[in-house]
């Protein structure tokens, strides 16, 4: 594998990691070999102690790590306001996380790998999940959106592919989506008959051969999955990461906060803060991985601006 050095410019830090090669704005195209599923393909140059730790930590559940941050977002608000007075309605800081997200991915491609059958894959696909209400009110019925997004996209385009489906189920407050009509057949179902469904379903996930089509219906199987406790007016939450599918990433991010800081010049200064927690993983990547994906990922969304051009390389995951 080829070695290549990232900076990190804001903070000139040279960060150096060997599990990525540098590629066009494209992926390679594989061919599928066996061990391979349909939604990833079984990394086999891994390190002895990460194709071991899924052995050790069987269940997501057991391999839960947790951490909380805050990012600064003056940068973001701004961007969020020009582009609400170009037109795009409803423009907010969840774009600029998920295109943040994104382009982390690109960037540091471990954080888009899953644990499945006690084993490590990369991801073929990168989608969003997110669970959504109908309308802001007690008795309105939630409903989960899936977004599938290319490696390359911009700002706008993952603002354009996100509303598209936001708005599709927001606005069918009296058509059920795929999700809607799936979750109502297991509902009539008995307990007993839902107990041997679910525990098929576990089965045929184990072993690799569960249809795609049915896991893209299902909201355990993506990327990443992201909550908005903001819009509810309430602070982040560490949300569990499931053991049915393969989740490897919850983040949750809360309302903005106003705080007067001094810098190092003694000046007093006015910084609008919004706490992000997450929970991870471990076993997709080690920690040094981890803590560079997400520092990336930090510096990304204070400095938004990066994210209105397409990434000018991409790398891949190891093989």
């Not at 600064?72 to 969020?80: M, T």
């Not at 471990?282 to 990066?306: L, M, Q, T």
Request: charged share 30%; hydrophobic share 40%; proline share 4%.
């Amino acid at each position: 594998m080829k070695a290549v050095n990232i900076m990190l410019k804001d903070k000139n830090e040279n960060i150096t990691l060997n599990e990525s090669e540098v590629k066009p704005l494209e992926y390679k195209k594989r061919r599928r070999r066996l061990g391979d599923r349909s939604d990833g393909r079984k990394l086999r140059t891994l390190q002895p102690m990460n194709r071991l730790m899924p052995y050790i930590m069987k269940n997501r559940s057991d391999a839960q790590n947790t951490f909380a941050d805050k990012i600064e977002v003056s940068k973001a608000d701004l961007l969020c306001r020009q582009k609400v007075l170009e037109g795009k309605t409803n423009f907010s800081f969840l774009h600029i996380l998920l295109a943040a997200y994104l382009r982390t991915i690109t960037q540091r491609p471990a954080v888009n790998r899953f644990v499945s059958g006690q084993k490590i894959y990369a991801r073929n696909e990168i989608v969003f999940v997110m669970t959504i209400k109908k309308e802001m009110s007690l008795s309105a019925p939630d409903t989960v959106i899936k977004v599938k997004f290319a490696p390359d996209d911009t700002l706008d385009d993952v603002y354009e592919k996100f509303n598209v489906v936001a708005t599709d189920a927001i606005a069918s407050l009296d058509k059920e989506t795929s999700f809607d009509k799936l979750i109502k057949v297991f509902n009539i179902i008995p307990g007993f008959i839902l107990r041997f469904i679910v525990w098929l379903v576990k089965c045929l996930d184990y072993i690799g051969i569960l249809p795609k089509a049915f896991m893209d219906l299902l909201p355990f199987y993506g990327s990443m999955i992201v909550t908005s406790m903001g819009s509810l007016g309430i602070n982040p939450i560490y949300h569990h990461i499931y053991d049915f599918g393969n989740l490897p990433v919850f983040l949750s991010y809360g309302r903005k906060r106003t705080v007067f800081e001094y810098d190092k010049n003694g000046n007093l200064n006015k910084k609008r803060y919004i706490d992000i927690k997450a929970v991870t993983d471990e076993r997709i990547c080690d920690g040094f991985y981890f803590a560079s994906a997400f520092k990336y990922f930090k510096k990304i969304v204070e400095n938004p601006e990066c994210l209105e051009t397409k990434a000018t390389e991409l790398f891949e995951d190891i093989d």
